[in-house]
């Protein structure tokens, strides 16, 4: 595993969802760089570095909650995946709190590369952090990021 910190967008508009999912990492004891935003529009600013986000670093890895304002998780999985190159070979890791089927046949046609239900439990989330560590910063071989 690299020595350089993992970089991970989390795009989650619930205060006390982002306060867990950081605590979570923290126990975890993952080397990273985690950058958050509230909501899908911000998300899309951030990964095409407009704005405020002219000099954001590209995520290797980005959690999506699907339930956001001004553009829900769904559009934004959408816009990313639909872009040629290295935004769309981003992993995207929807994670949230709908179980629902059709939530999860939805985000897997729009191409999300895996679908976790949110625990709100804070050791659960805490495994689910390792999880998700273990397997997309471990064993998996991410695409390379590029610096522009």
């Known amino acids: ?31 990273n760089e985690i950058n958050v935003v509230g909501d899908g529009v911000e998300a899309m600013d951030y990964l095409l570095r407009r704005g405020k986000y002219a000099s954001a670093t590209r995520p290797d890895v980005i ?25 769309a070979r981003i992993p995207v890791v929807v994670l949230t709190s709908s179980s629902a089927e059709a939530d999860v046949a939805k985000a897997y046609d729009l191409h999300a590369n895996c679908y976790v239900v949110k625990p709100v439990d804070f050791q659960k989330m805490t495994q689910v952090v390792r999880s998700i560590q273990d397997f997309w910063f471990t064993v998996v071989t991410l695409p390379p990021t590029p610096n522009a």
Not at 8 to 27: F, T, W
Not at 63 to 87: H, Q, S, T, W
């Open 63 to 87: 959690l999506l909650d699907l339930n956001l304002p001004r553009m829900d998780g769904r559009e934004v999985l959408a816009k990313i995946k639909e872009y040629n190159g290295a935004l």
């Open 1 to 31: 595993m690299s020595m350089s910190p993992i970089k991970i967008l989390l795009v989650e508009d619930n205060p006390g969802d982002v306060v867990l999912m950081m605590e979570a990492l923290k126990a975890a004891k993952l080397h």
